[in-house]
């Protein structure tokens, strides 16, 4: 069985990828270490880029075959395999990526005025989409909860749910959650399908962080026979093989009357039409060689995740002073008790899928531009900012561990300079 080395340094400068070569112009300096955005400085498997090489070596890049039923194959063969979701031929369409196909299902399935609830915080181009389109945004927030283990998490404000639902024609569903990792069960994902049956809502459910849960993930068009007619998903090879470069994604919808429609809808425009390596990821990526080279990812973002709690834990605790609630007298004067504890300054959402993780810096009372200032001026990192997912995000920052340990060490290391320099702790 091979080995893949994930600790190997790949040098992505000056290959015009907008990670590394964009930073400078985004964020106006050159000295950022860039741990924003979505893909992975891991290599792609090299067994698929090989097939990229030997392909083009001494061809015609002409007309590829859409959509060849070698694709077809790959693709139900990874949803039975993955899932134990069965899926047809017919169930089954190409679309060149995920924002896209938001796009063109809101477009389908939605007129402009219409009503669209999305959970923030959440991937900005949802709510970018629905407003280009003029549909309009229902933003239904998540409750950030901390959990009896110490933990924080995100959960679904379900009060507020049950009413903002009312008159929404659309739902864009985020399984797993982006940001914050947070894999909905099995009973959450009911309780939300309950709602959209009762309240007619459509879902647009974007399930592309999902091979990389390290819980188990349950579509959401499988929770309910009824909701499946009404639901579209979208899934790529693009964050699981870090192959987004390729623009290779698929939809599915089971119920009849929703694949007819969409697949009309992206035949009647053409935007199914994918290019000359479009259908390769699939072909060679969902295969038993693609699951094992996942699994070896899964394990060492795995590690990079641990890494990242434990030096935040290490790093980032200091004693504080905390009012116990209680008054006690001292020579006939009464004094409000306090009580020394640690508190944690830098914390996370600890992720149960994918390789992002929400840091949360709320502990610290910073405003964001002040947090941004820290990040980018003193701890020169260039990471997503919090609030650019929308309402509940502030103060937050995103993270991309999908990186070689020793570049996750030294952002790391960089954050805790700044912080001690800042805090006057060293
Ligand atoms: C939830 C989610 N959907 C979609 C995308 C992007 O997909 P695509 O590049 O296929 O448009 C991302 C990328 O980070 C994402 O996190």
């Known amino acids: 069985m091979a080995k893949y080395n994930f600790d190997k340094i790949v040098n992505r400068k000056g290959t015009d990828c907008i990670k590394w070569d964009a930073t400078p112009l985004i964020w106006g300096k050159k000295n950022l270490l860039p741990m924003w955005i979505a893909d992975m400085d891991f290599p792609t498997p090299k067994f698929f880029t090989d097939a990229i090489i030997a ?29 134990g979701w069965k899926l047809k031929k017919e169930d089954i369409g190409f679309v060149p990526g995920i924002v896209v196909g938001i796009a063109h299902a809101l477009r389908c399935f939605t007129k402009p005025g219409d009503k669209v609830l999305i959970f923030p915080p959440v991937y900005p181009p949802f709510k970018a989409k629905v407003d280009s389109y003029g549909t309009k945004l229902v933003n239904c927030p998540l409750d950030i909860v901390e959990k009896k283990n110490g933990e924080i998490d995100f959960e679904i404000n379900w009060e507020d749910l049950a009413k903002k639902i009312k008159g929404c024609k659309a739902m864009i569903l985020c399984n797993p959650h982006n940001p914050g990792g947070r894999v909905w069960s099995r009973s959450e994902l009911k309780k ?65 009357a929703t694949r007819e429609k969409f697949a009309a809808y992206m035949e009647g425009g053409d935007y199914d039409f994918g290019h000359y390596d479009s259908f390769m990821p699939a072909e060679y990526l969902y295969t038993p060689k693609g699951y094992e080279w996942l699994k070896q990812a899964l394990e060492y973002i795995k590690g990079n995740i641990d890494y990242v709690e434990k030096f935040l834990k290490e790093n980032f605790t200091v004693p504080a002073i905390k009012m116990t609630g209680k008054v006690v007298r001292s020579q006939s004067v009464e004094y409000a008790e306090a009580a020394i504890e640690e508190t944690q ?43 650019s997912f929308g309402q509940g995000g502030e103060c937050f920052m995103r993270l991309n561990v999908g990186c070689p340990r020793k570049v996750l060490e030294k952002a790391m290391n960089q954050l805790k300079y700044a912080f001690d320099k800042k805090y006057k702790l060293k």
């Open 55 to 83: 392909k083009i070596k001494d061809g015609v890049i002409g007309y590829g075959c859409s959509k060849p039923q070698k694709w077809y194959d790959a693709v139900i063969y990874w949803f039975n395999e993955r899932y």
């Open 345 to 387: 300054l830098i914390r996370m959402i600890k992720p149960k899928a994918s390789f992002l993780i929400f840091v949360d810096f709320r502990p610290l009372g910073l405003s964001c531009s002040e947090l941004s200032d820290l990040l980018v001026n003193k701890a020169h990192l260039a990471l997503n900012e919090g609030c």
């Open 192 to 256: 939300i399908a309950e709602l959209c049956l009762k309240n007619k809502v459509f879902v647009i459910s974007d399930e592309i962080h999902c091979d990389l849960s390290f819980e188990k993930h349950i579509p959401f068009a499988t929770v309910n026979a009824k909701q499946a007619e009404n639901t579209i998903t979208f899934h790529a090879p693009s964050k699981t093989f870090n192959c987004a470069g390729v623009g290779a994604s698929e939809w599915v919808a089971t119920g009849k």
